[in-house]
């Protein structure tokens, strides 16, 4: 029998869960040398997954029994153990369907180290980690592991930071490293979410999982190629509420700049293209001032040109993506200058 309660509930439950994971994805994309507050991605990613994947399993429990699991099987199941909740649905609730996505999907969730690394790490962080601060004070005889310092041992392990390290390496450790280095977790925790999203629709289990799919449906449709590139940070949103006040120029006033330009198309440059534009001016001013003109917009690519013209930084905008560097067109405009000295 239908319950509008439990259907209310469920369905508020699972679209928690989604914006739980999003805030937290963003929170970790805004962790860099001058914020290392890690606690704020790592609560939010792990109640968000954990509310996810139990979802998830009394949906497919409904499907398979036409009612709901009671809260002792939720409780002596599933607890709060994101590892072993991983678990029972890869061994108990997951169908490939002999679908080939389907199945690469799967065979990433079971067999990733690195994955397995992330989920263990918020698994431990929900389970007793978030305290691990005050057991250490308080001399408590059961203490988590350091969750800050396991991220960033992960971190260490995903990307190399050994070259970000000496003298004038502070910024390619802002601009680069981090950025970098989440993409690729985020890229992780992205494939898996869409592992168990795609389960609502495509994972043939019945009962109703597809009509809660939509409240997932962004991370159903994401495609390989989209691992990584969504910028889920809210000072980005902000920042692009006012873009009424960024610096705008027509085509004219591009072409006829006093300034040296280059014009760079995607399909044309050699390397990572980290824009969201297919093309992309880079003007240098003045032999110091980097500017880089996208979709019409004038953004900075240097401390000076934000300084003196309070432009604003590709990636903070979010016209770049992060953990693509822009290091190539900040070597152009450099030659730029050259050239106009």
Known sequence: MND???????????????????????????????????????QSLASGLERLMKCYICLVYEARNGRYPDSDFIKNNLGHDLVKIKGIITKEYYNPDNRQRLIEDYEFVTNDTELDAIIYILSEFGKLARYYNIDIVTENAKVGIDPTEQWQKLESSIEDITPYWG???????????????????????????????????????????????????????????????????????????????????????????????RVIHKDEFQGEWPFRSEKVIVECRDRICYIINIAGYDFALNGMATTRYNYQDPHDAGVAVLGKSVGPFIEIAEELGKIAS
């Not at 390496?169 to 992780?188: E, F, S, T």
């Not at 289990?205 to 597809?210: I, M, Q, R």
Request: glycine content about 6%.
């Open 4 to 42: 509008p309660l439990k259907e209310f509930c469920l369905r508020e439950e699972l679209d928690n869960s989604v914006r739980l994971i999003k805030a937290g994805l963003g929170d970790l994309q805004e962790i860099d040398m001058g914020n290392d507050f890690y606690h704020l991605p790592q």
């Open 167 to 261: 003298e004038g390496m502070q910024d390619a450790l802002y601009r680069d490293y981090y950025p970098r280095v989440h993409r690729k977790i985020i890229a992780k925790i992205e494939r898996f979410l869409r592992a168990i999203c795609s389960q609502f629709t495509m994972g043939n289990h019945g009962g109703k999982l597809l009509q809660y799919s939509p409240i997932v449906n962004e991370f159903i449709t994401r495609m390989d190629s989209q691992f990584g590139e969504t910028d889920y940070r809210r000072t980005v949103k902000i920042l692009q509420r006012k873009v009424k006040e960024w610096k705008k120029r027509n085509d004219s006033e591009l072409t006829s700049s006093p300034w040296p330009t």
